[in-house]
């Protein structure tokens, strides 16, 4: 098994990338659009057209909200690690019901990637802890993630290779 000293990467920026079709699109124009919680341990927020995540604790999750409820969606997000170090963790949360109940889909900048389920704050591992992966790119290079949440059944894509698949 493979541990991880820092939750979340020291910044984090992502972009979502869509089709003017699509139900729901951001490219993050409008900072009001994400609600982010900001303290001594993190800073999230929308800055120049860009969600950045600051974590200044390690072993700290820190994320923003869009308040959309989205049952059935495909997520498709480019995340770029900007500092700290390699061995990391930055990614995506979905079907959030509150704080202690949700999905992680994280990678690392050492090229790891971790699926898990929280609940009442406990993380479940769905597949590896941490697996190796040649797909992601490495270091401070932009990843695109993807989920695909279709019923119960999950999708987990990075640079379009299917990682990992849960019900």
Not at 54 to 74: E, I, N
Not at 108 to 128: H, M, N, P, Q, T
Not at 134 to 147: K, M, P
Request: charged letters at 20%.
């Amino acid at each position: 098994m493979r541990e991880i000293g820092l939750l979340v990467v020291a910044m984090l920026l992502v972009a979502c990338r869509g089709e003017s079709d699509l139900p729901w699109n951001d490219d993050f124009s409008d900072p009001s659009t994400w609600q982010g919680e900001s303290d001594a341990t993190a800073q999230v927020g929308v800055q120049d057209g860009v969600m950045r995540v600051y974590v200044a604790v390690p072993d700290q999750l820190a994320w923003a909200v869009a308040g959309r409820d989205l049952r059935d969606f495909h997520l498709t997000v480019e995340a770029t690690q900007s500092a700290g170090p390699d061995d990391n963790e930055y990614g995506v949360l979905v079907r959030m019901q509150d704080h202690s109940n949700f999905y992680r889909f994280s990678i690392s900048g050492d090229g790891y990637y971790l699926v898990s389920k929280f609940v009442d704050g406990r993380a479940e591992f769905l597949g590896s802890n941490w697996a190796p992966s040649e797909i992601i790119h490495r270091g401070q290079a932009t990843n695109v993630l993807e989920i695909i949440c279709q019923g119960p059944e999950m999708i987990f894509v990075v640079n379009g290779e299917e990682l990992a698949r849960v019900e």
